[in-house]
T-cell receptor, first 113, second 117 residues
Framework: QQQVKQSPQSLIVQKGGIPIINCAYE??????FPWYQQFPGKGPALLIA?????SEKKEGRFTISFNKSAKQFSLHIMDSQPGDSATYFC????????????FGAGTRLFVKA | GAVVSQHPSRVICKSGTSVKIECRSL??????MFWYRQFPKQSLMLMAT?????????EQGVEKDKFLINHASLTLSTLTVTSAHPEDSSFYIC?????????????FGPGTRLTVL
C-alpha cells in the first residue's frame, strides 16, 4: 500500500514533443506528490509538486495533472528539449508515513535533437 | 536557498574499512535528515530517517550496526558504513527537511559514490 507505480520505464521523444509520465498510488493518506529530475551522478532535484486539493499545477514547461479519485498523477513536459534528458521520479509522502517519501521506479527520458 | 551538500562526492576504499559520509544543510536548519542508497538505473531506497538529537529510525532490512547514522546538530548528519564490503558499493544520497515552508519538502544532496574494492 506504500508503493508508487510509475510508467513508462523509458521514453524517447523528439525535440518539441510532450512526454507524459504516469504514476499511481494506493495509500489515500498521501498528501504530497513531488516530481524529481535526476541527471547521471547527481542527486535528485525537485521539479514540481502538488497536493490533492488541486487537479493541475503548472510551473514553466512542467505540468502535473492529478486525479484524486483514480489515485493517479502525471507529469507533462511541454516543448521538450535535449537538456530535459534525465531520469524522472514521481514520489508521494504524508499520512501515516509522515515525512517519508516513497519513490516511483523512475522514467529515463531521452529527447532527440 | 535550501542547499544540501555531501562530502566526499566519491570514495574508494578497501574491503573491511569504514567510511564516513557527511551531509550538511548549508542555509537552513534540518530538523530531519534522510539517507538513501541508489543502485545503477534503480530508484532511491530509503535507508533511515534521523531527527536532530535522537536515534535514527532504520527501514526494514537495513542493518543499523553496519550503517551508523548520527544527526548531532541541525546542520550535520553523518552516515558511517562500517566494515564495508563490495556489495555496499552504491550511490548514497542524503536529504534534509527544515523548519517552516512545506512540511513535506525535502532537499537532496548531490550524492556520494562509494566503491569498495
Amino acid at each position: 500500500q506504500q508503493q508508487v507505480k510509475q510508467s513508462p520505464q523509458s521514453l524517447i521523444v523528439q525535440k518539441g514533443g510532450i512526454p507524459i509520465i504516469n504514476c499511481a498510488y494506493e495509500n489515500t493518506a498521501f498528501d504530497y506528490f513531488p516530481w524529481y529530475q535526476q541527471f547521471p551522478g547527481k542527486g535528485p532535484a525537485l521539479l514540481i509538486a502538488i497536493r490533492p486539493d488541486v487537479s493541475e499545477k503548472k510551473e514553466g514547461r512542467f505540468t502535473i495533472s492529478f486525479n484524486k479519485s483514480a489515485k493517479q498523477f502525471s507529469l507533462h513536459i511541454m516543448d521538450s528539449q535535449p537538456g530535459d534528458s534525465a531520469t524522472y521520479f514521481c514520489a508521494a509522502s504524508g499520512g501515516t508515513g509522515g515525512f517519508k517519501t516513497i519513490f516511483g521506479a523512475g522514467t529515463r527520458l531521452f529527447v532527440k535533437a | 536557498g535550501a542547499v544540501v551538500s555531501q562530502h566526499p562526492s566519491r570514495v574508494i576504499c578497501k574491503s573491511g574499512t569504514s567510511v564516513k559520509i557527511e551531509c550538511r544543510s548549508l542555509d537552513f536548519q534540518a530538523t530531519t535528515m534522510f539517507w538513501y542508497r541508489q543502485f545503477p538505473k534503480q530508484s532511491l531506497m530509503l535507508m533511515a530517517t534521523s531527527n536532530e538529537g535522537s536515534k535514527a529510525t532504520y527501514e526494514q532490512g537495513v542493518e543499523k550496526d553496519k550503517f551508523l547514522i548520527n544527526h548531532a546538530s541541525l546542520t550535520l548528519s553523518t552516515l558511517t558504513v562500517t566494515s564495508a564490503h563490495p556489495e555496499d558499493s552504491s550511490f548514497y544520497i542524503c536529504s534534509a527537511r527544515g523548519r517552516g515552508g512545506s512540511y513535506n519538502e525535502q532537499f537532496f544532496g548531490p550524492g556520494t559514490r562509494l566503491t569498495v574494492l
